[in-house]
C-alpha cells in the first residue's frame, strides 16, 4: 500500500459527511535550545460526530535533531465507531493505521483493525474509553494478526485548562511489543487558539521521549 494513497483516502473518508459537530484541531510545536539541540512536532486532530457514527482522523509528526540522536517519526490512524442505541455506553470500530519510525528495524507498518469499545466515563468534565481490537499488520518483512489495546482519558480541569492522556499497546507473534503513550496539556488562549505542553513517549522498542511546547488553533 502507497502510503501517500492510505493517508489522502484515511483523511477523506474521516471528512465524508461533514456536519455542524465536526471539529479540528491542528498544532505546531517544539524545543530549540540551540542550533545543534532542536525538536519540530507537528499534528492535526479531526473528530466528526453525527448520529450514532463518530469519525477520527489523528495525524503526528516527530523531528528531533540532537548531538545524542536523530529521531523522525510519523503516525497517523482513522478510525470510524458505531454506537449501539439499546447500549450507549458500548461501541464496535474499524480503523486504518500507518506509522513510520526511522528508529526501528522495520521501519514502515500498516495495519487494519476491528474491535470492540465501552465508554468508561462520559460527564462534562471528565472522558474516559477504553478499546479493544485485533489488527491484520503488515510489513515489508512479515504479516500478521495482533492485539491492540488503548485507553483514552480526558479531564476539562477549568474552563481554560484540558488535559488529555492516550496509552496505546499492541502485541504479536513477530513484531516486537509497541508502547505508545502521549500527555498534553492545553491552555486556551483566546476563542479557537491554544498553548499546552505536551511529552510523547513510545517503545518499539527503543525508548524515546519527545517533550514539546505547542500552539494550536481549533477551526
Given at each position: 500500500?502507497?502510503?501517500?494513497?492510505?493517508?489522502?483516502?484515511?483523511?477523506?473518508?474521516?471528512?465524508?459527511?461533514?456536519?455542524?459537530?465536526?471539529?479540528?484541531?491542528?498544532?505546531?510545536?517544539?524545543?530549540?535550545?540551540?542550533?545543534?539541540?532542536?525538536?519540530?512536532?507537528?499534528?492535526?486532530?479531526?473528530?466528526?460526530?453525527?448520529?450514532?457514527?463518530?469519525?477520527?482522523?489523528?495525524?503526528?509528526?516527530?523531528?528531533?535533531?540532537?548531538?545524542?540522536?536523530?529521531?523522525?517519526?510519523?503516525?497517523?490512524?482513522?478510525?470510524?465507531?458505531?454506537?449501539?442505541?439499546?447500549?450507549?455506553?458500548?461501541?464496535?470500530?474499524?480503523?486504518?493505521?500507518?506509522?513510520?519510525?526511522?528508529?526501528?528495524?522495520?521501519?514502515?507498518?500498516?495495519?487494519?483493525?476491528?474491535?470492540?469499545?465501552?465508554?468508561?466515563?462520559?460527564?462534562?468534565?471528565?472522558?474516559?474509553?477504553?478499546?479493544?481490537?485485533?489488527?491484520?499488520?503488515?510489513?515489508?518483512?512479515?504479516?500478521?494478526?495482533?492485539?491492540?489495546?488503548?485507553?483514552?482519558?480526558?479531564?476539562?480541569?477549568?474552563?481554560?485548562?484540558?488535559?488529555?492522556?492516550?496509552?496505546?499497546y499492541e502485541e504479536g507473534d513477530k513484531s516486537d511489543q509497541y508502547y505508545r503513550n502521549e500527555t498534553s496539556f492545553d491552555y486556551v488562549i483566546k476563542e479557537n487558539f491554544t498553548i499546552g505542553i505536551s511529552n510523547i513517549y513510545t517503545k518499539d522498542p527503543i525508548e524515546n521521549n519527545v517533550l514539546n511546547i505547542n500552539f494550536g488553533v481549533k477551526f
Amino acid at each position: 500500500m502507497n502510503k501517500i494513497f492510505y493517508i489522502i483516502f484515511a483523511f477523506l473518508f474521516s471528512i465524508a459527511s461533514i456536519n455542524a459537530n465536526a471539529q479540528a484541531e491542528a498544532k505546531l510545536g517544539g524545543v530549540f535550545i540551540n542550533s545543534d539541540d532542536r525538536t519540530v512536532t507537528a499534528s492535526i486532530d479531526y473528530n466528526n460526530e453525527r448520529d450514532q457514527w463518530q469519525r477520527v482522523f489523528e495525524l503526528d509528526y516527530v523531528n528531533k535533531d540532537s548531538d545524542e540522536k536523530k529521531l523522525q517519526k510519523f503516525n497517523t490512524h482513522t478510525k470510524a465507531n458505531y454506537t449501539f442505541k439499546s447500549m450507549p455506553k458500548h461501541y464496535v470500530l474499524g480503523q486504518l493505521v500507518y506509522d513510520y519510525d526511522q528508529t526501528r528495524p522495520v521501519q514502515d507498518r500498516y495495519s487494519i483493525g476491528f474491535g470492540w469499545g465501552y465508554k468508561l466515563l462520559r460527564t462534562e468534565k471528565f472522558k474516559a474509553s477504553n478499546e479493544l481490537s485485533f489488527a491484520r499488520l503488515e510489513t515489508n518483512e512479515f504479516k500478521e494478526v495482533m492485539l491492540r489495546n488503548s485507553f483514552w482519558f480526558s479531564y476539562n480541569i477549568t474552563t481554560n485548562i484540558r488535559f488529555i492522556n492516550k496509552f496505546l499497546y499492541e502485541e504479536g507473534d513477530k513484531s516486537d511489543q509497541y508502547y505508545r503513550n502521549e500527555t498534553s496539556f492545553d491552555y486556551v488562549i483566546k476563542e479557537n487558539f491554544t498553548i499546552g505542553i505536551s511529552n510523547i513517549y513510545t517503545k518499539d522498542p527503543i525508548e524515546n521521549n519527545v517533550l514539546n511546547i505547542n500552539f494550536g488553533v481549533k477551526f
